[in-house]
């Protein structure tokens, strides 16, 4: 395994478009995960003693290790200075960062971005020290951490579907038990929707979610065996499924819907459903618009859209989290996110990404409601919104 020369050439291909000199990996008792994953060691080594991998834009990699952990990047390819006392240390650094004006290490100015913001503030000013400009490596993260190969496209794609047939079949659940006089709970919803999870060979990290009326008001309520709610005739329900396939490198599918269980939609409910809906449909439009022309959007500006058409709604205060989520082989994934409230996500959005559409309108005490959808663009700019059809209306039995 390790760094392939493939994996290398593209890096430094990356390197010259951002007009980067270097990409420079640092880790220290494996708390930097984008360095082990882009430099893809071998799982078994110990790692107790800082090192720092150079990648230049142009020229062979090199590698600053300790004495006692000398071995152990010998699986990646770059010259090697090996280093014992902190005075070594420095000295090793100025040797490889030699020739580097700028270079991108995990770092955030002002933690604007706390995804990638992993290298440690003292770490920084060492290496800036030596007269070498350090700038967010979060672009870098977002090409090898972000991007899908086609088979996992494909994963996906089946895996949305699934999630979206589950939807209808949780509905038609709660219809029929309630129309049968029988209790449920938001727990039997949540175990329904994992036995489907089973049966279609998809699964997930943490629960799927079943919210009723106010619990629904909390973004990141989930029922427990020992802490749910019943459902009955005339409540709001909020379901929130995700998964991923049963495979090695697979990623997540994630989408919201919500329903009334009753043949008649509240008047308050059905407003903030259009405001909600209004929004994601405002969102989505933004990215269709930007990839249709050529322009280049951020996560920032997606999130800007959502969030006017919600403010003029009056919803604006109501509206507590940022827009949407990268999404990957984790749920929440490391490219952009469509985020100018939490964060100022200012990346780019770039092809071969996926991302969630969410936004959402809490009414603490009455209800919330959220609008999930996943956007996938491929490396044809193509705008594709997977789990279709997306929720036009709330849902009544």
Not at 141 to 166: G, P, Y
Not at 210 to 215: M, T
Not at 335 to 359: H, K, Q, V, W, Y
Request: with cysteine; charged share 25%; aromatic share 10%.
């Amino acid at each position: 395994m390790a760094l392939s020369v493939q994996t290398l050439v593209l890096i430094q291909h990356a390197l010259a478009e951002e007009r980067l000199d270097a990409w420079l990996l640092y880790n220290f008792r494996g708390n930097n995960p984008f360095a082990t994953r882009v430099l893809d060691l071998p799982s078994h080594i110990m790692q107790t003693r800082r090192y720092f991998y150079l990648i230049p834009a142009k020229g062979g990699p090199r590698k600053l290790v300790h004495g006692i952990e000398q071995w152990n990047l010998d699986d990646v390819p770059g010259d090697k200075t090996v280093y014992v006392s902190w005075k070594s240390l420095e000295e090793g650094l100025k040797k490889i960062l030699k020739g580097v004006r700028i270079a991108a290490m995990e770092y955030s100015p002002g933690n604007a971005i706390p995804y990638v913001s992993i290298v440690d503030a003292g770490t920084v000013e060492l290496v800036r020290s030596t007269g070498v400009k350090v700038v967010s490596s979060a672009n870098l993260v977002q090409r090898f951490e972000a991007c899908w190969s086609d088979e996992q496209a494909a994963d996906n794609f089946e895996t949305a579907s699934h999630l979206r047939q589950i939807v209808d079949l949780v509905f038609e659940f709660l219809k029929q038990k309630l129309v049968s006089g029988e209790n449920t709970t938001e727990y039997e919803v949540q175990q329904f929707m994992l036995k489907e999870f089973e049966r279609r060979g998809i699964w997930t990290e943490s629960d799927p979610n079943c919210s009723v009326n106010a619990n629904a008001a909390n973004p990141h309520y989930e029922p427990t065996r020992e802490v749910h709610s019943a459902v009955k005739k005339g409540d709001f329900v909020l379901i929130d499924l995700w998964a991923k396939k049963k495979k090695e490198r697979s990623v997540y599918a994630d989408i919201t819907w919500t329903g009334v269980m009753s043949e008649s939609v509240p008047e308050e409910v059905q407003k903030v459903f259009r405001a909600v809906k209004a929004g994601r449909d405002a969102a989505l439009e933004a990215v269709k618009d930007a990839f249709g022309s050529g322009k280049e959007i951020r996560g920032c500006d997606v999130d800007d859209a959502a969030r006017r058409v919600i403010e003029k709604a009056g919803y604006g205060e109501y509206f507590i989290h940022r827009t949407g989520h990268s999404i990957g082989e984790v749920i929440h994934g490391n490219g952009a996110n469509m985020d100018n409230l939490e964060t100022r996500d200012d990346r780019r959005i770039i092809p071969r990404t996926s991302f969630s559409i969410e936004p959402g309108i809490y009414l603490p005490g009455k209800f919330g409601v959220r609008s999930e959808i996943d956007v996938y663009v491929s490396a044809k700019n193509e705008v594709i919104v997977t789990g279709l059809p997306m929720q036009e209306e709330v849902l009544r039995w």
